[in-house]
């Protein structure tokens, strides 16, 4: 008898979550029940992570409790500087995040400690912690010292402090919160599921979360809004070009690339086949960067691609295709773009390790054996 394969799990329910639901006949996405597009118009991202870990929107004094803790645990820590200072300037900034994780884990008096209180400490200590990594990361390529945190911004201002070393403006700090809500949380995606799997063999915190690392970083994951703004640098970014000849040229681009069989990153996705729900929010406010800026050109590039991709195949973008312009425009180094992810999908996958632990069952599929027969020396 032949087994079935479901080759790469497409359309295997593999288990419950009452973290998030992607619904692709509605185009919907709902964390613990609420619009993400809601959560996105409303809420601060330190809001949004109190509902995926807690399951409802915190009161005032939790948001109040929270604010003071998140503050105060922003500091790299000095272990996680020498650590990253060991790494050379031209690694991927993926394992730099992906180091840093497993040099917190390896120093918290608490790793071992699966209970759910010591688990919740260590996901909001990493929520809190993870900016200043992306930021003296990016600072030290460009031969910048490190910028302190600052108590009196919020995560999203105070992420954009520590990078740069300018308070950034309003607009700028509302895009990116945006685009810390819609990265946090997509139910079962490759890195949540990898998270998973570590947390269903009993593992501690910190490896599962750098294992998702590991997982995020490839480009048909998170590694795909890097590669999208990859795209645009190979079609060629030039300030001064009308919005029509870039659409033209990237058109044109999109074309030859169907054309020599390219996967061209930042569309299509395993589950939405008609669009994904995050992408009108992330492209509203990757329209107001690009009125901020003044980077007209940039939308012209992005909707030739787009319709480019439409007319040939019919996919549509995922959220990284207007999240990779986006970042560009805030001025993040290319590279960076994938840690940002990290930073923001911190919430779900702790979320849904504290799911898998309370519930858990090993997870560990079959395999059909296509090998050779039986045979011996
Ligand atoms: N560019 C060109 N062709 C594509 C693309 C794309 N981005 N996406 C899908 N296709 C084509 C495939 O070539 C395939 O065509 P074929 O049947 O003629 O061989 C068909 O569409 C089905 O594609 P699969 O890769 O088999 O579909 P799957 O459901 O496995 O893929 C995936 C989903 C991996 C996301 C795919 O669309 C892809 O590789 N996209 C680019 C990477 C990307 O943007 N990833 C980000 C995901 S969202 C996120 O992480 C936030």
């Not at 601060?44 to 409790?65: D, I, Q, T, Y």
Request: hydrophobic residues 40%; contains cysteine.
């Amino acid at each position: 008898m032949t087994e079935q394969i479901y080759k790469g799990l497409a359309g295997v329910v593999a288990d419950h979550t009452a973290v998030s639901k992607v619904n692709p006949e509605s185009n919907s996405l709902l964390y613990r029940g609420y619009p993400v597009q809601e959560l996105a118009a409303e809420l601060s991202f330190e809001e949004v992570a109190l509902l995926l870990w807690n399951g409802e929107l915190p009161s005032a004094a939790e948001k109040e409790e929270f604010r003071g803790f998140e503050r105060s645990h922003r500091a790299l820590d000095p272990r996680v500087r020498a650590a990253i200072d060991l790494l050379p300037l031209d690694c991927h900034p993926m394992d730099v995040g992906r180091t840093a994780v497993s040099v917190l884990g390896a120093n918290h008096p608490l790793s071992e400690d699966s209970s759910p209180e010591a688990e919740l400490i260590k996901a909001k200590e990493l929520f809190a912690a993870f900016p200043a990594v992306v930021a003296y990361d990016q600072r030290r390529r460009r031969e910048l010292e490190l910028v302190e945190p600052r108590e009196d911004l919020d995560y999203s201002q105070n992420f954009l402090w520590m990078t740069f070393g300018e308070e950034a403006p309003e607009e700028v700090v509302d895009a990116f919160r945006v685009s810390m809500v819609l990265y946090a949380e997509h139910s079962f995606n490759a890195s949540t599921f990898t998270a998973r799997v570590v947390t269903s063999t009993l593992a501690d915190l910190h490896s599962a979360v750098t294992a998702a690392i590991g997982a995020l970083k490839g480009p048909l994951h998170g590694g795909a809004n890097e590669a999208v703004m990859h795209t645009f640098e190979e079609i060629g970014i030039d300030p001064a070009e009308t919005r029509e000849a870039a659409a033209a040229r990237a058109k044109a681009w999109m074309e030859q690339a169907l054309a020599e069989k390219r996967k061209v990153m930042g569309f299509g996705h395993r589950v939405y086949k008609s669009g994904d729900s995050r992408v009108p929010t992330m492209k509203q406010a990757l329209d107001a960067m690009v009125e901020y800026y003044g980077r007209g050109e940039l939308m012209g590039l992005y909707d030739g691609l787009e319709a480019a991709m439409g007319e040939a195949k019919n996919i549509l973008p995922n959220l990284d295709y207007p999240a990779g312009p986006t970042y560009h425009l805030m001025g993040f180094d290319t590279e960076m773009f994938t840690p940002l992810f990290i930073a923001a999908r911190i919430t779900g996958w702790t979320a849904h390790i504290a799911e898998q632990r309370a519930n858990n069952a090993l997870i560990r599929p079959l395999s059909a054996y296509n090998g050779p027969d039986e045979r011996h020396l």
